[in-house]
T-cell receptor, first 113, second 115 residues
Framework: EPEVTQTPSHQVTQMGQEVILRCVPI?????FYWYRQILGQKVEFLVS????????KSEIFDDQFSVERPDGSNFTLKIRSTKLEDSAMYFC???????????FGSGTRLTVV | AQTVTQSQPEMSVQEAETVTLSCTYD???????LFWYKQPPSRQMILVIR??????QNATENRFSVNFQKAAKSFSLKISDSQLGDAAMYFC????????????FGTGTRLQVTL
């Protein structure tokens, strides 16, 4: 069964550093998403991406965040200057056109120290 | 804005018994999808079951079934013959039918399965 692959599975970074979280969505999917889950809390939407541009973003997705699909297969989330409160599990997801199903990756646990 | 409410932070069920997890939602849309996701300790998000709002028939997937009440905006999950591997966080989620629309999650219900 096709999978969404996320790397790394766990990343520790110092406050103020830039991090890039990587995702390889399912190859025939066209819509891509990032969600985050702070430990013990609910899953929150960050951003959706379609046709090489952001479709929707939440209030969490401020100027510190950016997304990119640099080479047609990878989908990245960049946090420019990490803060302690960015520590969370970050999930990538993808879906096919008009398909209401999402497939989530296994997540990247980001720890900011 | 759409909201999803799960009023049971924790539930417990004995192995082989049946348990029902509750979910209510609020939306002004008429066409949408509803989902239950399972999150085991590994924290991966696993789709358990989904329901299209235009379908009156309740979705079923093996031991998992839903009770979808559109007028009441209620979407409960029933797990029959509970197994130890069912222990996890369960999240209810909503998505309207726009092509790139986001999922809105509830706060989750932690299910414990006891012997």
């Amino acid at each position: 069964e096709p999978e969404v692959t996320q790397t790394p599975s766990h990343q520790v970074t110092q406050m103020g550093q830039e991090v890039i979280l990587r995702c390889v969505p399912i190859s025939n999917h066209l819509y891509f998403y990032w969600y985050r889950q702070i430990l013990g809390q609910k899953v929150e939407f960050l951003v959706s991406f379609y046709n090489n541009e952001i479709s929707e973003k939440s209030e969490i997705f401020d100027d510190q965040f950016s997304v990119e699909r640099p080479d047609g297969s990878n989908f990245t989330l960049k946090i420019r200057s990490t803060k302690l409160e960015d520590s969370a599990m970050y999930f990538c997801a993808s879906s096919a056109q008009r398909n209401y199903g999402y497939t989530f990756g296994s997540g990247t646990r980001l720890t900011v120290v | 804005a759409q909201t999803v409410t799960q009023s049971q932070p924790e539930m417990s069920v004995q192995e082989a018994e049946t348990v029902t997890l509750s979910c209510t939602y609020d939306t002004s849309e008429s066409d949408y999808y509803l989902f239950w996701y399972k999150q085991p300790p590994s924290r991966q998000m696993i789709l358990v079951i989904r329901q299209e709002a235009y379908k009156q028939q309740n979705a079923t997937e093996n031991r998992f079934s839903v009770n979808f009440q559109k007028a009441a905006k209620s979407f409960s999950l029933k797990i029959s013959d509970s197994q130890l591997g069912d222990a996890a966080m369960y999240f209810c989620a909503y998505r309207y039918t726009g092509t790139a629309s986001k999922l809105t999650f509830g706060t989750g219900t932690r299910l414990q399965v006891t012997l």
